[in-house]
């Protein structure tokens, strides 16, 4: 059985960006998550410890997007990095960071970077 936990449509307000201005104002972001974790013993034991705690997660999400980077890739890689490295239940990432409304001189509801691990 393959097993998911997904976190959908996290919006969080960070200074990201290349432009000044992007860094001193901020934007939000949008980050889509799909983790593969074996968390079929959960499903029978009812036991936290057999699967990811999504509010833990969600922290170490947000920590890495309160680091201002220039690019979303990097910020992206940073995610999955941690995530792996905090939860080694974690067998596969699928990252997903959407840039609202970025500056490229036309109408774009998003930019975004799509990472999988």
Do not use: W
Request: with cysteine; charged share 25%.
């Amino acid at each position: 059985m393959e097993t998911y936990i997904l976190l959908e449509n996290v919006e969080i307000y960070a200074n990201h960006g290349v432009f000044a201005q992007e860094t001193l104002v901020g934007n939000l972001f949008v980050i889509n998550l799909k983790l593969n974790v074996n968390f079929e013993k959960a499903s029978v034991s009812d036991d936290l410890d057999e699967t990811l705690s999504y509010a833990s997660v969600f922290d170490v999400v947000k920590r890495e997007m309160m680091i201002p980077s220039k690019l979303l890739e990097h910020v992206a890689g940073r995610i999955v990095r941690a995530l792996k490295c905090e939860f080694p239940k974690i067998e596969k990432v699928e990252l997903k960071i959407s840039k609202r409304n970025p500056p490229v001189g036309g109408q774009v509801e998003f930019a975004s970077v799509v990472i999988i691990d």
